[in-house]
């Protein structure tokens, strides 16, 4: 069962799907919320956000994958987007989710692609209760990857920031800055199971940013799986099979 949702952050809504197992009845399931990449959206590329929730709901699982303000159908501009609003949308997602019916609110899960990845182990480490994550190519080194991206638009202090013909403001570098590093520091408090997936040909993040992430992770239970051949998404129809059987696997597992 799917069902479309919305929820509010900062007055703004923010558009989004929720599935359910059809076996659902009275009993509670466990769920994970879906955190994408930077210019993404609750589908994901080649829809696989899409076709990994309805594998975890067959499995029992319920998922909302919701889109980023200013990203996808939510309301806001993108242009306004930066790593501190999503990581105030993360939250939203997850409080949002505890008012479900039938959703057992001490078995939540995360998952976050790229951006959403850092984002996602953020998160894990500072909102309580959350029990299984999965980072698929997360950002580990925020600045690093982004310094290398940035080209100035207008030149003129306090002007935007364009990346790839996408407007952002000078706010999204600054928060850059404030958090980078952050994410690592607080998935090292975050202590419950952790499995990182990386492509071994991402072209974007590198997969040195995955070892990282395993690194540093103080989790008692802890895996780590490069993919062969695999690119930033997943994109060929074996690595996301494998990406998504892994992910689909970990959360019935470990939730």
Same mark, same amino acid.
């Given at each position: 069962?799917?069902?479309?949702?919305?929820?509010?952050?900062?007055?703004?809504?923010?558009?989004?799907?929720?599935?359910?197992?059809?076996?659902?009845?009275?009993?509670?399931?466990?769920?994970?919320?879906?955190?994408?990449?930077?210019?993404?959206?609750?589908?994901? +590329?080649?829809?696989? @956000?899409?076709? *990994?929730? /309805? &594998? $975890?709901?067959?499995? #029992?699982?319920?998922?909302?994958?919701?889109?980023?303000?200013?990203?996808?159908?939510?309301?806001?501009?993108?242009?306004?987007?930066?790593?501190?609003?999503?990581?105030?949308?993360?939250?939203?997602?997850?409080?949002?989710?505890?008012?479900?019916?039938?959703?057992?609110?001490?078995?939540?899960?995360?998952?976050?692609?790229?951006?959403?990845?850092?984002?996602?182990?953020?998160?894990?480490?500072?909102?309580?209760?959350?029990?299984?994550?999965?980072?698929?190519? +997360?950002?580990?080194? @925020?600045?690093? *990857?982004? /310094? &290398? $991206?940035?080209?100035? #638009?207008?030149?003129?202090?306090?002007?935007?920031?364009?990346?790839?013909?996408?407007?952002?403001?000078?706010?999204?570098?600054?928060?850059?800055?404030?958090?980078?590093?952050?994410?690592?520091?607080?998935?090292?408090?975050?202590?419950?199971?952790?499995?990182?997936?990386?492509?071994?040909?991402?072209?974007?993040?590198?997969?040195?940013?995955?070892?990282?992430?395993?690194?540093?992770?103080?989790?008692?239970?802890?895996?780590?799986?490069?993919?062969?051949?695999?690119?930033?998404?997943?994109?060929?129809?074996?690595?996301?099979?494998?990406?998504?059987?892994?992910?689909?696997?970990?959360?019935?597992?470990?939730?």
């Amino acid at each position: 069962m799917e069902k479309l949702v919305d929820f509010k952050n900062k007055g703004e809504k923010l558009f989004g799907v929720l599935h359910y197992p059809e076996t659902l009845k009275k009993i509670k399931v466990p769920c994970v919320v879906m955190y994408h990449g930077f210019t993404g959206s609750r589908t994901e +590329a080649h829809f696989l @956000f899409t076709k *990994l929730a /309805r &594998k $975890l709901a067959k499995r #029992g699982i319920a998922v909302l994958r919701f889109d980023f303000r200013g990203s996808g159908d939510s309301e806001g501009s993108f242009s306004d987007m930066t790593v501190e609003e999503e990581l105030s949308d993360a939250k939203a997602a997850l409080d949002f989710i505890k008012t479900q019916k039938n959703i057992a609110t001490d078995r939540l899960g995360i998952l976050g692609l790229s951006m959403g990845g850092f984002v996602g182990s953020y998160t894990a480490g500072q909102y309580p209760g959350i029990k299984s994550v999965v980072l698929m190519s +997360a950002v580990a080194r @925020f600045w690093s *990857l982004w /310094r &290398k $991206l940035l080209v100035e #638009g207008t030149g003129r202090a306090g002007g935007p920031v364009m990346v790839g013909g996408i407007k952002l403001s000078k706010n999204f570098i600054t928060a850059i800055k404030k958090y980078d590093g952050l994410n690592l520091k607080s998935i090292v408090d975050y202590v419950n199971p952790l499995l990182v997936i990386h492509g071994a040909k991402d072209p974007v993040v590198p997969v040195e940013d995955g070892e990282l992430y395993h690194a540093v992770s103080a989790s008692y239970k802890k895996k780590i799986v490069i993919i062969e051949n695999a690119g930033h998404t997943f994109e060929s129809k074996r690595s996301e099979e494998k990406a998504i059987k892994l992910a689909a696997s970990w959360f019935r597992e470990t939730l």
